[in-house]
Structures are given as structure tokens and as C-alpha cells.
């Protein structure tokens, strides 16, 4: 039952937990949420692991090392998506993580493997997109310890504070420190996930290695300018918000894209405008700023010069803009020790020679590098699409996939036990 084309078939089967009959949305906190955790509970139950849900919501499972109670090497991934979403963004490494504690569980039982030096624990986050609340990896951050008490007032676009959907979630807020671990309750976390970015393929390469993930920042830019009648305002009185925020979308793609190949990426993925109608002049206009780089310096640097270019033309036009930070995750450099780890993984695949990349996507790894060590195992996608319903993956590199993470388990397990002596 641990194939790839098993994982693939869940993968599926879970896209069946969403927000709407035809396509993939399901966020943090929902019923379609509690639907694929139980399901998921139920695979890792399959796979041999003892289930729970922790206090934040994220579905866990552990199958005991060679003595009960050793640190856990965690897998995982998460479970939640964005509006629209395909099938693999986070589902496939939990699903590859699941099928991965089967393979070692039946190996163990059939005398072919010794009982691991550790424990192994399989995760699913239920949220690492930040699509209900804005604020992104809450799952994790409760895991690595990072919980911060002013999120409870976030709200979702219904006016949900977070604090409500905890409860609604029948989770205890109050409790939500439970979920986190302690590092030395764990060995190290590694993730496996589709690339979402175009290297591999182009590369001719079905896995990769993760050196470091690409450090984040979000912001809610809001433009205020004047609601009057469009007919009867002469363009001398007019503060339109709508030009305004325009002015800012261009500036801000025309100095990331400054910024070089392997500079900062700038995307503003959400644009609303207030109050919408025909015949008025826009009063005020809301625009998303997801910010990433590989370095913490180059994306403040960036933020830093599109927030006075913003300014300037925003106060060209008599516009006032207000600017709240929703979102902010550290670049974070995986672990040399599980790179390597992942690195041989790929080598059992026949692979001697795997390319590292950073990512410029965001991981539940960023979140959980604050608790303990992390790797991450990228497997190509289709186009390097990604965050759409055409994501896709091959289902011989999810079957390659499998034989590196095992072997990634493997190779992280001996050098835990080996460090210890
Ligand atoms: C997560 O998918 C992100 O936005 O990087
Ligand atoms: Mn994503
Ligand atoms: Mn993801």
C-alpha cells in the first residue's frame, strides 16, 4: 500500500476536502481541515503509527524506535492550500512521509531492518499558506515553540478571529503551547515537496537537495484617497486611490526585477478596490506585498526601497498610505548534516550527484529550523507550476522520491546514533 502510485491516489483523494465541489481550497481551521486530518489520522494508523491532533490542529503519528520514548526524526509537510490550488503543494510529502513509516514499519516486522535508533514521527500542518489568516506556517510555528499571542486577533475575511476558529475547531487556545516540542524530544525534520519552480526539469533531474529556503516577508498596503462622483470631479480634485496603487503595483515589479536573477521576488497577489462601482472615483484600494530573498538583508533592503518609492508617488498624488506587516519567516539554511543525509538518499536512487537548491517558496521547514535541525527533499513538477490546479508530478520521480526519503530516513537515523555513540 506504500507505492507511489498510492500516494498519488491520496493525493486525490484528499483534493475530495475542499471549500468548493470543483476546485481545491482548504484552509487553516475549517471543516474541510478537521476531513483531511481524519483521513490522514487514518492512513498513519494504517502505516502502524500511534495518532493524535495536537493542540493547534496539525495530525501526528509515531511508531516507536528500537525503545519506546527516543527523540522522533519528524517528517511532514502540510495539509492546508490556497484558493485554487492543485493536488501535491504539501499533501504529497505528507503522503510520502506516511508511506515511508509503512515501508520501514513492514521492513522492521519482516526481520529485513534492524528497529530504528529513533522514533519516527509523521506530521500534517494545517497551515503553512497563511491563505485564512494572512499570516503564514501557524501549524509549524505552534510545533517549533514560535507561537506569538497577538495572532489570536487575526481575522479571516468573515471577521473569524483566529481565537473563534480555535474554538469552533474545538481546540483549547489556552492550550496551544502543548503543541510545541522540545528540542530534545526530536533528532531533526525533513520535508519532502514538489520544487514549484522550474530547476529540476529544466535541469533533467526527477530530486533535488535543499541548501536554504528563501526568507519572507508580507505586508497589507492600504491607499487612501478620496470616494467622489466621476462625472462631476475635475481631475485637479481627484486623490484617486486606484492610479495611486497601479503606480505602486509597476514600481514594485520594475525594482525587484532590478534586483537581478537571484534577487528579490516581489508579488502583489491581491487588489481590492473601494467602493467598486463605476461612476466612483476609487476611495481607497487594499494590495498584498508577499516579499521574498535569499538573504533577511536583501529582502529588508528591498522593502526598504519599495516602501519609499510607494510613498513618494503615493504623496505626488495627495494618497495616504498605511502599511501593516501580516507576515515574516526568516531565511533559514537547512542543516549540513540532513542535506547530507538527503543527498544520500538520492544516491540510493542511482543519483551520485543531486543538484541543491534554495527555495524561493516558503516551508513548514523555516518554522521548525527554530526547534530543531532540518533537511528538505524536492522532487520535480510539471512546467514548475505550482500554487494552480495543473501542478503535477511524475509518478516514477514520486516512486524515486520514496526510495530517497527511506534512504534519507535511514542515513539520518545512523548519524543521530552514531553522534551519540
Ligand atoms: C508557500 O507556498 C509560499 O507561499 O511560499
Ligand atoms: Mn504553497
Ligand atoms: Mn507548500
Redesign the pocket.
Given at each position: 500500500m506504500s507505492t507511489a502510485a498510492e500516494v498519488l491516489a491520496r493525493c486525490s483523494e484528499l483534493d475530495r476536502f475542499s471549500l468548493h465541489r470543483t476546485r481545491l481550497e482548504r484552509t487553516h481551521l475549517t471543516p474541510q481541515h478537521a476531513q483531511a486530518n481524519a483521513r490522514v489520522a487514518q492512513w498513519m494508523g494504517a502505516a502502524g503509527l500511534r495518532t493524535w491532533q495536537d493542540a493547534a490542529g496539525n495530525v501526528c503519528g509515531r511508531a516507536e524506535g528500537r525503545t519506546p520514548g527516543l527523540p522522533a526524526l519528524l517528517l511532514g509537510s502540510h495539509l492546508d492550500s490556497?484558493p485554487d490550488a492543485g493536488s501535491y503543494?504539501?499533501m504529497l510529502g505528507v503522503l510520502m512521509a506516511i508511506a515511508v513509516a509503512e515501508r520501514l514499519a513492514t521492513a522492521v516486522a519482516s526481520g529485513e531492518l534492524e528497529p530504528l535508533p529513533v522514533a519516527l514521527e509523521v506530521i500534517g500542518f494545517g497551515d503553512?499558506?497563511?491563505a485564512r489568516f494572512g499570516t503564514?506556517l501557524l501549524g509549524s510555528r505552534a510545533v517549533a515553540g514560535a507561537w506569538d499571542d497577538d495572532w489570536w486577533d487575526l481575522r479571516d475575511r468573515d471577521g473569524t478571529t483566529l481565537h473563534q476558529a480555535f474554538l469552533d475547531f474545538g481546540l483549547d487556545p489556552r492550550r496551544v503551547g502543548e503543541a510545541a516540542r522540545r528540542p530534545e524530544e526530536l533528532v531533526g525534520y525533513l520535508e519532502a515537496h514538489i520544487e514549484?519552480g522550474p530547476v529540476l526539469e529544466a535541469a533533467d533531474e526527477p530530486l533535488g537537495y535543499v541548501t536554504s529556503i528563501a526568507g519572507?516577508r508580507r505586508f497589507r498596503l492600504t491607499v487612501h484617497g478620496e470616494a467622489r462622483h466621476a462625472g462631476g470631479t475635475p481631475y485637479a480634485r481627484r486623490r484617486d486611490a486606484l492610479v495611486g496603487a497601479s503606480e505602486a503595483v509597476t514600481a514594485i515589479e520594475r525594482l525587484a526585477r532590478a534586483s537581478g536573477e537571484d534577487g528579490c521576488i516581489a508579488t502583489v497577489g491581491r487588489f481590492v478596490v473601494h467602493p467598486g462601482a463605476v461612476n466612483v472615483i476609487p476611495g481607497r484600494v487594499e494590495l498584498s506585498l508577499?516579499l521574498?530573498a535569499a538573504t533577511d538583508a536583501a529582502r529588508d533592503a528591498m522593502w526598504g526601497d519599495i516602501e519609499d518609492e510607494v510613498r513618494r508617488r503615493c504623496t505626488a498624488r495627495g494618497l495616504r498610505l498605511e502599511v501593516l506587516e501580516t507576515h515574516r519567516a526568516a531565511a533559514v539554511r537547512c542543516s549540513p548534516w540532513l542535506q547530507e543525509a538527503v543527498v544520500q538518499g538520492i544516491g540510493a536512487t542511482g543519483r551520485a550527484r543531486p543538484p541543491g537548491l534554495w527555495s524561493?517558496?516558503?516551508?513548514d521547514a523555516m518554522a521548525m529550523a527554530r526547534v530543531t535541525g532540518t533537511g528538505m527533499l524536492f522532487l520535480r513538477c510539471a512546467g514548475g507550476i505550482?500554487?494552480h490546479p495543473d501542478e503535477a508530478v511524475r509518478e516514477d520521480d514520486v516512486a524515486a522520491g520514496l526510495d530517497a526519503l527511506q534512504a534519507a530516513v535511514l542515513a539520518a537515523a545512523g548519524r543521530h546514533a552514531e553522534s551519540r555513540g
Open positions: 490556497v503543494d504539501g503553512e499558506e497563511g503564514a514549484q519572507a508577499d521574498r524561493r517558496a516558503g516551508h505550482s500554487h
